[in-house]
């Protein structure tokens, strides 16, 4: 009887095998509720066909429009179902998934990872059509680094050339061009950042009104099902809202604060006693095959730490701040993750230089020897080591669902040996649980890239072939190993975008005494400068990115 209703409001519904039921809204129900909207503009009209169909099957069965909210963001399942009508009832619905267009899929993986669609924002279009504006987002901000990250990478090329031969000829890799062109660019960089960050603005802000949508499909959109709430009505307009004290959820999010201080502990204390293990090797191994050992120690310690303490402790806290807002909890979680490894990869750098304090301040002007070599080699060592993990990981990941997906095809008997986009293969698939691994090993190739780039030179190179590669795989993932994911209207990037600007003022805090206490490279440009002009300068300029800050 529900299906025969069904059929009758004009959707179409058909049996595709004897467990799965495809429904989809054709052309003339889009076009009848584009004419309904009229003349209140594209904002209030869904950006995707599934966005339309989502809210037709709400607007036609509530019950159903609750069936079909979102798993929790932290928890993945659903937690907040409530009883379905009869008519479902007797259909025997047990759950849902959307399903890929397989031609529009297809359009949407370029054939080659480094594509020059990756450069275009033209596919963008498409992909929020597809997926969604969330998932655009995410790949705009992708677009965005593909872009303005190739001149960091051509001059960390060059630089890490230029340290070499110095290295070769002199036995250090300390040379006159790092302040101006250290890494990424040294100051340069620096600069670049800031103008990254300008135009990255002006990029969002076009983006939030091209892609603004005004449309909460059954009250809730951006619901966090984990969360705790209470439904109530709106005596003015009507609408169902879900309410959580203030007082009480800013109090978790105070005392949050304070407890991600035990994680922010633990990581620091791995990085600081991989530091204590490395005094020990450099002494035991001789040449710089201590200082590499030491920095493979150091970033063993500093993925562990971060990945099984920090990930998981930063995404408990957020859940237990209690967001009603699934785009709230994300954005939390985010931004402890975020802090947990931007501290767990600067605080041994920024250690191991003030330990050797004291080797600038042997003879005024302080110019005789120099750190640089040894922050070089345990910089650019645990990006390496980083790198690596990181790609390890992400290549087992794809083993694994490539070994499933053949799994499934021979059970299935799909003569393609992989996925073929039928209902029965499209329902083994995993969830989509969102870009928070994206993020955060972006954002870490970032902080070399930008942060550190005077002591890491290769890695901007390293991070934009990183980037091109995401932009692909994220894409492919999307497409052929997850199952499709609910698309969601998002009014911004979320954290990741605005994570740059928090890199820049870290590189421009960081570079500040990296150049004038670090090098004997200024010494060869402003010969005069004492050591008491380097500490005043040094103040001066920290306090004002603190002010711009």
Known sequence: KWLAKLKASGFTVEQMSPRFMAVAAPDEMVRRLAAEKGSHGAHTMPATRERVLHLMLSEFDPTLGVFLELPGPFSGRPQRRAPLSPELSEAGLTGWFWLHNKDAAHALVPRF???WQH???QPLAAVRDYFGSRVAWHFLYLNFLARWMLPP???GGAYAYVAAVAWARNGSVDNVFLPVFGGGGGSVGALWGLVMVFFLERLKARYEERWHED???????DLNTDAEFESVIDPETGELEFVYPSWKHNAKVAASSVLWLIPAGVVVAAGLGALELRAHLVLMVPGPYGGITAGLATAAAVYVASRLVGLHWSGVLAHWENHTRASGFVRSRARKAFALEALAHLAPVLYLAVLNAPVLSAAPPANERSILDALTV????VFLAYFLCAAGAHMYNTYAWGLTSTVVAEKLGS?????DFSHEEQSTRPLHRGQLQSGIDTSVLLIYSLVLAPICPVAPAFSYLWIL???SWDKHALVYRFQRPHPQCAPNGGFWPDSLSIIVVLALAVQI????FCSKALSYWIPFLTLKARWGLAASLELAVAAGA
């Open 113 to 115: 990872p480094l594509h």
């Open 119 to 121: 450069l275009s924002r």
């Open 153 to 155: 990478a051509l001059a």
């Open 215 to 221: 449309v909460n499909i059954s009250g809730a959109e």
């Open 378 to 381: 345990q910089a650019t060592t």
């Open 415 to 419: 003569p393609q040996g992989g996925p």
């Open 469 to 471: 590669h995401r932009l």
């Open 513 to 516: 005494p990296l150049v004038l």
